[in-house]
């Protein structure tokens, strides 16, 4: 089971998802300005699955990422 929130970036929203495992995943609108600002904020600490449109991020880099997004 996963649970879904929501963080508002100063470009616009962007969608995180939890898992179990302590992974998150983190969405944006393609090509838009907040997925431009997730990329760089994610370099290095995540990989990006084409399957789900989305960034992956594994428990270690979690809580780092999340309080940057939530501070862009």
Not at 38 to 46: E, F, H, P
Request: glycine share 4%.
């Amino acid at each position: 089971m996963s649970d879904k929130s929501q963080i508002e970036t100063s470009l616009g929203p962007v969608w995180i998802t939890r898992f179990e495992n302590g992974d998150i995943s983190v969405w944006s609108p393609p090509r838009s300005e907040q997925a431009d600002l997730v990329a760089d904020i994610l370099k290095g600490r995540a990989a990006w699955k084409p399957k789900y449109r989305a960034w992956f991020v594994p428990p270690v880099h979690v809580e780092t990422v999340l309080a940057e997004l939530e501070n862009a």
